[in-house]
């Protein structure tokens, strides 16, 4: 795997409480992006940064927000979780953005449950 | 609408079998096609097709894009059970990647 992790890797939260999952890469790729995955669904843009505090909306952004800080560091946040968010998570990188043709490396995933 | 879509949803076959996984779409402002593999984690990159009739080929693995009739194939030649996975096809637009819902292949001894 090219140097992304992802914490925590599974979560259980109840609906109403605030969580933030944490995107690490050691690969200082400039892109970094997250991803729901739904069964029926594939893999669906939340959102995407270009750079550090540089973020884009994706296809599926309400009720998300991110932050990037630091280059190596990409967070998601849902501010107050909902049944509907229950999923798994992917973060992933690229070193070009999107329409550069080019490939993105996923992390592990993040299995959250929202009760 | 923007869509991509992948058939068969899933597939089972025997070790030695020759599979094709298809991948239509129609999205504005196309940049390229991938494909992933995702076994029980992470998907992982298989190709990338940006222009027509080029077959893209590792191992038993090929795929060609038609961006005329705007598809895709992934063929596995000489299936194994280590090829038992999600095959994820996705188009790149100008400013974002859109996934298909992935094909399921199950390869059995």
């Known amino acids: 795997d090219a140097g992304i992790t992802q914490s925590p890797r599974h979560k259980v939260t109840e609906t109403g409480t605030p969580v933030t999952l944490r995107c690490h890469q050691t690969?200082?790729?400039?892109?970094m992006y997250w991803y729901r995955q739904d069964p029926g669904h594939g893999l669906r843009l939340i959102h995407y940064s270009y750079g550090v505090k540089d973020t884009d909306k994706g296809e599926v952004s309400d009720g998300y927000s991110v932050s990037r800080s630091k280059t190596e560091d990409f967070l998601l946040t849902l501010e107050s979780a909902t049944s509907s968010q229950t999923s798994v998570y992917f973060c992933?990188?690229?070193?070009?953005?999107?329409?550069?043709?080019?490939?993105?490396?996923f992390g592990p995933g993040t299995r959250l449950t929202v009760l | 609408e923007d869509k991509v879509v992948q058939s068969p949803l899933s597939l089972v076959v025997h070790e030695g079998d020759t599979v094709t996984l298809n991948c239509s779409y129609e999205?504005?402002?196309?940049?390229?096609l991938l494909w992933y593999k995702q076994e029980k984690k992470a998907p992982t990159f298989l190709f990338m097709l940006t222009s027509s009739g080029i077959e893209k080929k590792s191992g038993r693995l090929s795929s060609i894009l038609d961006k005329k009739e705007l598809f895709s194939i992934l063929n596995i030649t000489a299936t194994q059970t280590g090829d038992s996975a999600v095959y994820l096809c996705?188009?790149?637009?100008?400013?974002?990647?859109?996934f298909g819902a992935g094909t399921r292949l199950t390869v059995k001894p």
């Open positions: 690969e200082n790729h400039r892109y």
């Open positions: 999205v504005t402002n196309f940049r390229s």
């Open positions: 996705a188009v790149e637009r100008s400013n974002d990647m859109r």
């Open positions: 992933a990188i690229s070193d070009q953005g999107p329409g550069q043709s080019n490939e993105q490396f």
